[in-house]
């Protein structure tokens, strides 16, 4: 697996923001409390994507997934997710996508319907307001094929 590690950022990150905004992902709530981001950094030091977390009650929210265009298809999404997983306490892990659900399949996530979904985890603005009602939502279900 590609090698990353990981870095806390603010939310207020301009880089942060810069790379949600050019993947189309939601900026609105970044600088909310109780959201906590990371950015990836390979062995030669350059930034290739980011991540967060949102803690809902006992789970969390994985959310702003990002690896930068021009690093994409070389594993690092998902040793990403993987570091960031590493840094949660116990709890399930959901995530609400649009367009990445066949690559968060590929890493031990599988699609839940909304009524399953805790109420802590739909009370997010991801999932309460941002994300349409169409989003898929997945949870991580297994270890990573
Ligand atoms: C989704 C994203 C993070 C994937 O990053 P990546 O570094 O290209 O992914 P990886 O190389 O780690 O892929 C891991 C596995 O998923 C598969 N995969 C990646 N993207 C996929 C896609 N769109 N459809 C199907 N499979 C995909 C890869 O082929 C790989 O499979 P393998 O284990 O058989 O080799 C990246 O495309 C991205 O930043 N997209 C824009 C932002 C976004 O949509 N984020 C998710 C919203 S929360």
């Given at each position: 697996?590609?090698?990353?590690?990981?870095?806390?950022v603010?939310?207020?990150?301009?880089?942060?923001?810069a790379?949600l905004?050019?993947?189309?992902?939601p900026?609105?709530?970044?600088?909310?409390?109780?959201?906590?981001?990371?950015?990836?950094i390979?062995a030669?030091?350059?930034?290739?994507?980011?991540?967060?977390?949102?803690?809902?009650?006992?789970?969390?929210l994985?959310?702003?997934v990002?690896?930068?265009?021009?690093?994409?298809?070389?594993?690092?999404?998902?040793a990403?997710?993987?570091?960031t997983?590493?840094?949660?306490?116990?709890g399930?892990?959901?995530?609400?996508?649009t367009?990445?659900?066949?690559f968060?399949?590929?890493?031990?996530?599988?699609?839940?319907?909304?009524?399953s979904?805790?109420?802590?985890?739909?009370?997010?603005?991801?999932?309460?307001?941002?994300?349409?009602?169409?989003?898929t939502?997945?949870?991580?279900?297994?270890?990573?094929?």
């Open positions: 697996m590609s090698t990353v590690r990981l870095e806390q603010a939310g207020t990150d301009a880089s942060l923001k790379a905004a050019n993947a189309h992902l900026t609105d709530d970044i600088e909310d409390d109780g959201r906590t981001f990371f950015k990836a390979v030669d030091g350059r930034i290739v994507g980011f991540s967060g977390v949102e803690l809902c009650g006992v789970d969390y994985l959310r702003s990002v690896v930068l265009s021009e690093h994409r298809g070389q594993s690092l999404g998902r990403v997710v993987e570091q997983l590493a840094r949660l306490d116990r399930d892990v959901f995530l609400a996508t367009n990445a659900a066949p968060f399949a590929r890493i031990g996530f599988s699609e839940v319907p909304r009524d979904v805790p109420a802590s985890v739909l009370a997010t603005r991801q999932l309460s307001s941002i994300c349409p009602s169409s989003a939502i997945m949870k991580r279900t297994r270890p990573p094929t």
